[in-house]
């Protein structure tokens, strides 16, 4: 039994999606950090990923906002690795998100691709309307994600990409010894109060 490097294999898995499908293949992998995230429960109600951008609306590392005459400058962190300024981190959280099928995992990762901005600018992709990150139906997002993952399996040339995906929690142990994965803390946003 071997290793599973969860988010190594999910980079390459990345990786190969970006550069097969036209809807993301404004990504450039080397900017998204793939990190894992724990959850309390095993089961498969809730959160299964979440991506923090990295940047704020229309690419910039800094925002100020005033209110009335005091003005708050909001700064990103900088978040670097192996020598690349990062633009986004994508948090997997297991188990749950290992307790999917694997076209429901394949469409998670996905949907969380697909957040990504076509300028590739660090923030997130802006639908119109108030409902700016799924557009005006969650329902039509997720079936938009599925239709990209259908493509994509179709014309899967190798099947081992995708393999490490294959059953739950319970039966990637059974062919795992150890199971790791890169953690990152959550970047928090900075904060000052300027005098206006």
Not at 5 to 32: C, F, M, Y
Not at 137 to 156: C, I, P, Q, T, W
Request: glycine share 8%; with cysteine; aromatic share 8%.
């Amino acid at each position: 039994m071997k290793t599973l490097n969860l988010t190594a294999e999910i980079e390459k898995l990345v990786g190969n999606i970006v550069s097969r499908v036209p809807a993301l293949n404004h990504i450039d992998p080397s900017r998204v950090l793939v990190c894992v995230a724990s959850t309390r429960g095993g089961g498969i109600h809730g959160t299964y990923a979440k991506i923090h951008p990295l940047r704020f609306p229309g690419g910039g590392r800094t925002m100020e906002k005033w209110r009335g005459s005091k003005r708050t400058v909001y700064s990103m962190p900088k978040v670097t690795h192996r020598g690349m300024d990062m633009l986004y981190i994508i948090y997997f959280l297991v188990p749950r998100f290992l307790n999917l099928t694997v076209r429901e995992k394949l469409i998670t990762i996905f949907h969380e691709l697909y957040h990504v901005s076509p300028e590739m600018n660090g923030d997130i992709r802006r639908f119109p309307g108030k409902n700016y990150a799924h557009g005006s139906s969650r329902k039509r997002y997720n079936a938009l994600m599925a239709h990209l993952v259908e493509g994509y399996l179709r014309d899967l040339e190798d099947e081992n990409l995708v393999r490490f995906l294959e059953g739950d929690m319970d039966a990637i142990r059974s062919r795992y010894r150890v199971i790791v994965g890169r953690r990152f803390p959550v970047p928090r946003i900075q904060m000052e109060n300027c005098e206006g």
